[in-house]
């Protein structure tokens, strides 16, 4: 099979795809990074485990169901192996005792042109994910001669990476004092050495979105630009306590779109100064159809902006998100639902839940005029 890896963007033709799975996958163990106490669904703080089968077996079902959709649609669909994520790991730092699994494959591949990234990560259950897509990886680089393939240098995550007593601050403090924090950026990780998830990285051709994060720091994005130097990274911020991936906070949709959540506005005023600039539209999401997380799920309910489109006129959408397909069938994509409720407890929504392989397409400058310091 032809194999050929490119990817510029978040909207040209899409014709090759990983798509993750919901196998094995944990209430991880009690870590630094993580703050979790969920004695309503049997797992308070300091228990983990493995999700309960007949969650997965319907999470699996979901992901199965939009895998076929994809390849109906004629988009190559590659799938993760997974590993024995209930197994502790260690390194010589630290040991953990469990680790996560393999649905999200967008948090940990990045895919810039021809070459795919591993993200450092910056959870230690998430420290060995990667392992889940090296049968990929490995193929991809024999099958194209022009697939670069790269990996972030491992971060050590020791004690030094985590801010001590974050949690116990956090928890004390007001709605605002939250605010004020993340205004000046602070959150459960230091600056001691660079981390980042590839789901906070929002790719428009020359320039990358890149938010600053509870998973991301700003040595994390430093070693971005300096690692995509032929690239304009912006780091960016939104209105929200403990951000995760902007892939549920601010979405690009075609050249020219980007949905912006309706809550979580953006906090990097020059971030809408360069959008206005080049001339995009930034519309508000549609109302989420959920008023509450999902069991067992880290996820909150942006899951519905969490869409991945196909090509400039055509985009998937959580089959449940009335508002947001209409919305989207109103800005004039033809909207494909998918029924993926069942698989946010797993790591996400459709964007979380799939990795570019291949776009057609080439790469652009879509913001042609920046903003200095930017
Ligand atoms: O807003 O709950 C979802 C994205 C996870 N990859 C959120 C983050």
Known sequence: MHTKVCSWNEWDPLRHVIVGRADGTMVQAPEPAVDRDWPEYGFPRGSWGRLPKEMEDKANEQLDHFAALLERRGIRVDRPTPLDFSRPVETPDWRQESMFGCMPPRDVLLTVGHEILEATMSYRSRWFEYLAYRPLLERYFREDPEFRWEAAPKPRLTERTYKKDYWKIFHSLSEEEKLERTRRRDWILTEVEPCFDAADVARCGRDLFVQQST??????????????????IHSVIFQEDQPMHIDATFVPLRPGLALSNRVRKPLTPEMIELFRKNGWEIVECAKPAHDKKAKLSFCSVWLSMNVLVLDPKTVCVEASEV?????????????IPVPFWDVAAFGGGLHCATADVYREGSLEDYFPRQIPGF
Do not use: C, K, P
């Not at 998973?215 to 304009?232: C, P, Q």
């Not at 508002?323 to 909207?335: A, N, S, T």
């Open 215 to 232: 998973v991301t720091n700003a040595a994390g994005i430093d070693w971005l630009r300096r690692h995509f130097s032929g690239h304009r």
């Open 323 to 335: 508002e947001q397909m209409e919305q989207l069938d109103r800005l004039g994509f033809e909207v």
